[in-house]
């Protein structure tokens, strides 16, 4: 239990929004700097945005988060903003969000991609549903993705799918990665339990998969939970 709350605690990702090079186009967005102490607050005014339908620009806000990191971020970011900003896919981004968290099917995956405007992503389209309802479901990437290939087994998941990748890194969007998610998320949703209860403190399933994507990075191990 322990060794979860350290892995936990190490997490210190930091995104300055301010920096989309964009970010005046959006008066009212793209202003402030996330960090652990306010990304829950961050995720909920995402959610309120797609229940509402009031600003699709929280979900750029998102995507800029997301791919921080990454060299084409602006182009990224920019590409989901123009797409979200046409009505009718706003509206069926909304819809789909919400389809595939009260129905997590393979069909409603693809559709979140279609409606998200990446017919090829994984992480990116997961990211919004786990900002969307952060109490069930996780964020998956190559780190997640590694993790599980090596420790599944460890912690009662052995005959569960691992991810199918591109050696070793990004996450190939097939039925088989789908599956992996799956049952990724009954592990988070599993553990989420056990350690609010361990703990006696109150773990969404998202704080568990920070907790593993953090001890994959630096390499700690995790104790299995009884």
């Known amino acids: 239990m322990l060794k979860w709350i350290k892995a936990r605690n190490t997490y210190n990702y930091k995104v300055d929004l301010n920096e989309f090079t964009g970010a005046n186009n959006?008066?009212?967005y793209f202003n402030c700097i996330i960090t652990p102490k306010n990304l829950v607050m961050f995720e909920n005014r995402f959610t309120r945005s797609v229940k509402r339908g009031v600003s699709f620009e929280a979900a750029g806000e998102v995507c800029f988060w997301k791919v921080?990191?990454?060299?084409?971020?602006?182009?990224l970011t920019k590409r989901l903003l123009n797409h979200l900003s046409v009505p009718r896919n706003w509206s069926e981004f909304r819809?789909?969000?919400?389809?595939?968290a009260d129905n997590p099917s393979y069909g409603n995956f693809k559709r979140l991609q279609r409606a998200c405007s990446q017919?090829?992503?994984f992480a990116l389209p997961l990211t919004f549903l786990a900002f969307y309802r952060p109490a069930a479901y996780p964020m998956a990437d190559r780190h997640i993705a590694n993790w599980w290939s090596e420790n599944k087994a460890k912690h009662g998941y052995e005959v569960f799918s691992s991810f199918i990748q591109e050696n070793g890194g990004r996450i190939i969007p097939c039925k088989q990665?789908?599956?992996?998610?799956?049952?990724?998320?009954?592990?988070c949703n599993e553990y989420s339990?056990?350690?609010?209860?361990?703990?006696?403190?109150?773990?969404?399933?998202?704080?568990?998969?920070?907790?593993?994507?953090?001890a994959k990075k630096k390499n700690l191990s995790l104790e299995k939970l009884i």
């Open 26 to 28: 959006y008066p009212g």
């Open 68 to 75: 921080y990191k990454f060299p084409n971020r602006d182009g």
């Open 95 to 100: 819809k789909a969000l919400h389809e595939i």
């Open 119 to 121: 017919p090829a992503g």
């Open 177 to 187: 990665s789908w599956d992996a998610y799956l049952a990724w998320k009954d592990f």
């Open 193 to 214: 339990v056990k350690l609010s209860k361990q703990c006696k403190s109150y773990w969404r399933t998202r704080d568990v998969e920070i907790a593993v994507c953090q």
